[in-house]
T-cell receptor, first 113, second 114 residues
Framework: GQQLNQSPQSMFIQEGEDVSMNCTSS?????WLWYKQDPGEGPVLLIA?????ELTSNGRLTAQFGITRKDSFLNISASIPSDVGIYFC?????????????FGTGTRLKVLA | ETGVTQTPRHLVMGMTNKKSLKCEQH?????MYWYKQSAKKPLELMFV???????ENNSVPSRFSPECPNSSHLFLHLHTLQPEDSALYLC?????????????FGPGTRLTVL
């Protein structure tokens, strides 16, 4: 079945560093979403991407919808301690006559002050 | 209360117990969702309700039984669960199923099955 490969699985970075993570798949997606989940909370939508090649920013976060529609990346610039959490990608694709969302396994980010 | 709330936040139950999880959204949305989040696995969509009608059941075992009495409330009734059902159960809502891109999640119920 369809699946998203999200990498890295986890990362430790120093405060102030830039962070990059990505999701790849063998399937073509119509939409890419990036979420952040803080401990003890549900995921919160950060950025939604709807067109191949689209580059969208939300503060220090920038995400891109890959040209092939099979991948997406998320960058965080100048990380701060509150960036710690789990970042999930999700893609929407059309299969078997319906739209489905597939989630990645998450990238666990830890920021060292 | 604002957004999406879930109760209880934590639940420990034996395999022979019957319990229910509750989700309530205060956003005026018409679509509601149940997800299962297990460690190191992708979020798994379980059920979708759109205008109180179940529109998706992703091959979920019958020991999980959803109920949506109105657009603001969603329940997940649990009975004779297995230890592998231990997970974080997340509820979400969106304006309607067509706008599933814009889902708002609750904080989840951490379920432990002994």
């Amino acid at each position: 079945g369809q699946q998203l490969n999200q990498s890295p699985q986890s990362m430790f970075i120093q405060e102030g560093e830039d962070v990059s993570m990505n999701c790849t798949s063998s399937s073509i997606f119509n939409t890419w979403l990036w979420y952040k989940q803080d401990p003890g909370e549900g995921p919160v939508l950060l950025i939604a991407l709807y067109k191949a090649g689209e580059l969208t920013s939300n503060g220090r976060l920038t995400a891109q919808f890959g040209i092939t529609r099979k991948d997406s990346f998320l960058n965080i610039s100048a990380s701060i301690p509150s960036d710690v959490g789990i970042y999930f990608c999700a893609g929407q694709l059309y299969t078997s006559g319906t739209y489905k969302y597939i989630f990645g396994t998450g990238t666990r980010l830890k920021v060292l002050a | 209360e604002t957004g999406v709330t879930q109760t209880p936040r934590h639940l420990v139950m034996g395999m022979t117990n019957k319990k229910s999880l509750k989700c309530e959204q205060h956003l005026g949305h018409n679509a509601m969702y149940w997800y299962k989040q297990s460690a190191k696995k992708p979020l798994e969509l379980m059920f979708v309700y759109n205008f109180k009608e179940q529109t998706e059941n992703n091959s979920v075992p019958s020991r999980f039984s959803p109920e949506c009495p109105n657009s603001s409330h969603l329940f997940l009734h649990l009975h004779t669960l297995q230890p592998e059902d231990s997970a974080l159960y997340l509820c979400a809502s969106s304006q309607d199923k067509a706008r599933a891109n814009e889902q708002f999640f609750g904080p989840g119920t951490r379920l432990t099955v002994l």
